[in-house]
């Protein structure tokens, strides 16, 4: 239990608290600037390569990273989530161009598809008819669907043995989607006030700099995807890549934070740490042959139930609720038993008292930071959905 509280606070505060770093988004604007135009852009079309229109993606993502910053300050941030999200899909375009073979193709071919819906003006307006602007688009070649995002971002990790592409799609181009860009119910009802008042200005479900971190999060990306292409240091851009992916709240966290802060009284607080603390005494002073695995059970149950109702989850079905109930008292169970388990254990003399779970120094989870190294292709890539 106290790891996941521990956790959950860690991720708050990396992602509300400040994170300066004026003088290293220099730099890393102007390398990656530099790896976008080492090259002149291909004459030939049958010369240009992915890499070309990865490099193209990194300009692109140095105006969305300049435009989402100037979106931000200037409090604009329905502008801000939007520009974000392109960035994102910009740079995941970028790094599957990067390690696809045939992307060239395959892009091309998608322009071929969409072509026709471009015209379609000119068979409204009567020049031309429709079968007379397909056959015409035709000859370009085939036309054929780019896969997803997603499918994108898997392909590239399998093929670089990365995370940070998943990653990023999952706890922020999804969410922005849905809450943003499409006119969803989430979207919509974004518009209702905590007192059920209609409002013309929508509710913000987003960190205010949230989008700034995972513009710059998908620049360094990118960068150092580029760096790796042309055997040149990564490591500065690794650094300022995993440095702000890290600090991206998912804004279903910041929805349901902004909902608790306006629930949860001065009394509830201090009555919800006593009632922590009361917990963590229990579990302190009964052992487990005091207590039978039942008592334990209902005496946990009742208190994390209590504690989601002072939280403000009363309006949650019952059977959406349970299960999260059932795994933090299985897990807190589960902790109790092991603790007790290691005190029980004879030590040897002279053996030093290993540290709690939550203040190790090595445990695995603890570093979260994942690597970019960029490997060579270890997978054919696969089709998403």
Known sequence: MNHIVLTLVRIVLRGVLPYPDLARRVQVRRRARVLATREPWPRDDAAVTGEDYARLAMLRLLALQRDTRRAVQLRQREAAALLARTAMETCVVGLWCLHTPDAVHKLRQAEVRVAPALLTFM????????LVIREAVRAFGEPSNLPGVRSMAAQVDSRTGGTLAIHLYDMAYRPASQYFTHASSSALLRHVTATNR??????????????????????????????NQVAEPSDLFA????????????????????????????????ATLRQAAQMRAYLTRVAPPDAGPDDRETYLRAMVEALLTRLGFTDIPEDAIRPIIDHLVGQTLREWNDEHARRREPTRPGTPTP??????????DSKRRTRMSEARPTSEPTRGD
């Open 123 to 130: 068979w409204h307006a009567e020049f031309l008819p429709e």
């Open 198 to 227: 209609y409002s013309t200005k929508p509710a913000n479900p987003w960190a205010r700099r949230a989008p700034v971190r995972l513009t710059d999060a998908c620049v360094g990306l990118l960068a150092g995807a580029l760096a």
């Open 239 to 270: 650094r300022y890549s995993e440095g702000h992916a890290w600090r991206v709240l998912p804004p279903l966290l910041v929805t349901s934070g902004k909902g608790m802060a306006r629930k949860l009284r001065p009394a509830d607080l201090v």
């Open 355 to 364: 540290p709690p779970d939550d203040q190790h120094p090595h445990r695995p």
